[in-house]
């Protein structure tokens, strides 16, 4: 919609329809908008101090304008609340490209092979013992997959860092614990997680949300962990 001018010597009332709102324009002064929408990306409409150029709303957008400098920036008017995106890797990408990598655990070594997709090349390390399971994931938030085992007789987890090659430890679980790695509370990061058959509890040590303890399921049950936000 092009709106040509909303400026006038004298007092003129009219009505500008954006998207499924409606507002008042007012000349002499500033021009007051509560949460408006402008859905087909609008023309120019300026009077006083207030301008908005070919610009596309979104839902809801944010708090109300009344007069003074107000600008409104990528969608979301200044000030107002817009939602924050989590980057969360993708399922084994060691290198950091967004795509899954082909990659193997050799137990009796301790060795772990990948495939980087971002250029083909082989890239190998050693961590972990033959009795050790393999729980590789983003645990830093990097967008990376960290190189990780969860040792079963001990309930320790050993990661080491896709950022600098370090590693450490943590002690999350008991023998006969299922490790059910995930990022439970969605915040990018994965989480230290088992399942325990004899209780039928997930016990979920989350980056942000602390610890948890749920039951869910039975003794013959095999666990699928998720992304879970309580």
Do not use: C, H
């Not at 301008?51 to 009344?66: K, L, M, P, Y």
């Not at 915040?187 to 610890?211: C, E, H, I, M």
């Amino acid at each position: 919609m092009l709106i040509k001018k909303l400026w006038k010597s004298a007092l003129l009332l009219s009505t500008i329809v954006w998207g499924s709102y409606a507002v008042a324009a007012q000349s002499g002064g500033s021009l007051e908008i509560k949460q408006s929408v402008v859905s087909n990306g609008g023309g120019n409409a300026s009077g006083g101090v207030y301008a908005v150029d070919a610009t596309i709303g979104q839902t809801v957008a944010g708090d109300q304008s009344t007069g003074g400098n107000y600008t409104e920036q990528s969608g979301y008017w200044t000030g107002g609340t817009a939602p924050v995106a989590i980057s969360q890797a993708k399922p084994f990408d060691f290198d950091g490209d967004s795509r899954t990598d082909i990659s193997i655990f050799r137990p009796q070594s301790g060795e772990w092979w990948y495939l980087r997709s971002s250029d083909s090349q082989n890239r190998a390390f050693q961590f972990g013992s033959a009795t050790d399971k393999p729980v590789p994931a983003d645990y830093s938030g990097d967008g990376k997959f960290d190189g990780a085992i969860f040792r079963p007789q001990s309930g320790e987890w050993f990661i080491i860092r896709s950022e600098n090659g370090s590693y450490y430890s943590v002690p999350f679980g008991i023998a006969g614990d299922i490790p059910v790695a995930g990022d439970y509370d969605g915040d990018g990061k994965t989480d230290f997680a088992v399942f325990r058959p004899t209780d039928k509890n997930w016990y979920l040590q989350r980056s942000q949300a602390g610890f948890a303890a749920i039951q869910f399921g039975a003794i013959a049950d095999k666990p699928i962990p998720a992304s879970f936000i309580p």
